[in-house]
């Protein structure tokens, strides 16, 4: 298995909030509100870029880690996705940047969230294991090592996160391995020796012997 960061936020417009029912994007908020911001439901993004897993690669498991800005102790219920992309862009300050972005089929639950103390960066400011929602990102047909990813967090309650480069920002950890051969079983193919380390494909119709047949 192989690690990719832990990696923070890079840039000011890396993360950003909107509300979730549309607006006006905010990139340069000194804090992310997670779930509801004055009664109003916000959606929050966090942009990384290179992310260097090869497509179709298998996710171990995949987390992000926060800092709480703020205190907070209502009952918070979040759900996150990735975008539905291969390599979107970081967050410009217009209208509906994030909202018009397409979320993965897959999402994560991160339920009853412990209550958050200022300056915590521990257990509780840790997200459930993303791994589903960055799997479906890398097994995407344009998916390649290199490109960003955009994690999205909604619901409700609020728990209030450092935002922006530095020490206190949101890290991503991803960990994956190379996939096991897949689709051919056991199945024997013999090459002559002079095509090893070629590329080569077997049609079905060509196939002479089939084993335990
Ligand atoms: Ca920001
Ligand atoms: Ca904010």
């Not at 890079?10 to 979730?20: F, I, K, M, R």
């Not at 908020?29 to 260097?52: F, M």
């Not at 800092?67 to 291969?86: F, G, M, P, R, Y």
């Amino acid at each position: 298995m192989t690690v990719w960061g832990p990696t923070g936020i890079a840039a000011t417009a890396d993360d950003a909030e909107e509300l979730a029912a549309g607006g006006t994007c905010e990139t340069g908020s000194s804090d992310l509100e997670l779930g509801y911001e004055s009664g109003s439901a916000k959606v929050v993004g966090l942009w990384y870029d290179n992310i260097t897993i090869p497509n179709g690669y298998t996710i171990d498991s995949a987390y992000i880690q926060f800092e709480a800005d703020e205190s907070t102790t209502e009952t918070t219920n979040l759900t996150i996705h990735c975008q539905d992309a291969d390599d979107p862009p970081t967050f410009a300050a217009t209208s509906n940047n994030i909202y018009n972005r397409p979320r993965t089929t897959a999402s994560v639950a991160w339920s009853n969230i412990p209550s958050w103390n200022v300056g915590e960066r521990g257990a509780n400011q840790k997200t459930p294991d993303l791994a589903s929602i960055v799997q479906e990102v890398v097994s995407r047909g344009g998916w390649a090592s290199g490109q960003a990813m955009v994690f999205l967090f909604s619901g409700t309650g609020a728990r209030v996160a450092e935002s922006d480069p530095g020490g206190d920002s949101a890290a991503l950890t991803i960990t994956y391995s190379e996939p096991a051969a897949s689709g051919y079983g056991n199945d024997v193919f013999t090459v002559p020796s002079a095509n090893i380390g070629k590329v080569f494909s077997v049609e079905t119709a060509n196939i002479s012997k089939v084993y335990g047949s």
